[in-house]
């Protein structure tokens, strides 16, 4: 079992910066950072696997990084030129998936995208923590 606490969300303005933080309780191989608005579907943001190798959506990318520190088990988003469209509640996940890959029925996917109609969820998930960006 893995403990996942998020914390560095807040109220900012467009434009600005937030880091967010996720404390484990032990190392896993794949972390990542997921967002959800009440009413949409969740979408992954950030995926870091144990090697270090990053992946990002689309509509975040050249605007967060994600990064990790091993040694203490910390993930971090730091998150930038923000937009009000990132508002959501943004959720730490965590695997012992390699590479951050999931592979069925012959196809591989990233936990980042994982199409709907593949029945897979990340196995660790933390509480979330509430972004707010204003206009």
């Known amino acids: 079992q893995v403990q996942l606490v998020e914390s560095g969300g807040g109220s900012v303005q467009a434009g600005g910066s937030l880091r967010l933080s996720c404390v484990a309780s032990?190392?896993?191989?794949?972390m990542g950072w997921f967002r959800q608005v009440p009413g949409k579907k969740r979408e992954g943001v950030a995926i870091i696997d144990s090697e270090g190798t990053t992946s990002y959506a689309d509509s975040v990318k050249g605007r967060f990084t994600i990064s990790n520190d091993n040694t203490k088990n910390i993930l971090y988003l730091q998150s930038d030129s923000l937009k009000p469209e990132d508002t959501a509640t943004y959720y730490c996940?965590?695997?012992?998936?390699?590479?951050?890959?999931?592979?069925?029925?012959?196809?591989?996917?990233?936990?980042?995208?994982?199409?709907?109609?593949?029945?897979?969820?990340?196995?660790?998930w933390g509480k979330g923590t509430l972004v707010t960006i204003s206009s």
């Open positions: 032990r190392r896993t191989y794949c």
């Open positions: 996940a965590a695997d012992m998936l390699p590479r951050c890959t999931y592979c069925t029925g012959g196809s591989c996917y990233t936990v980042l995208d994982i199409p709907p109609a593949v029945n897979y969820t990340m196995d660790y």
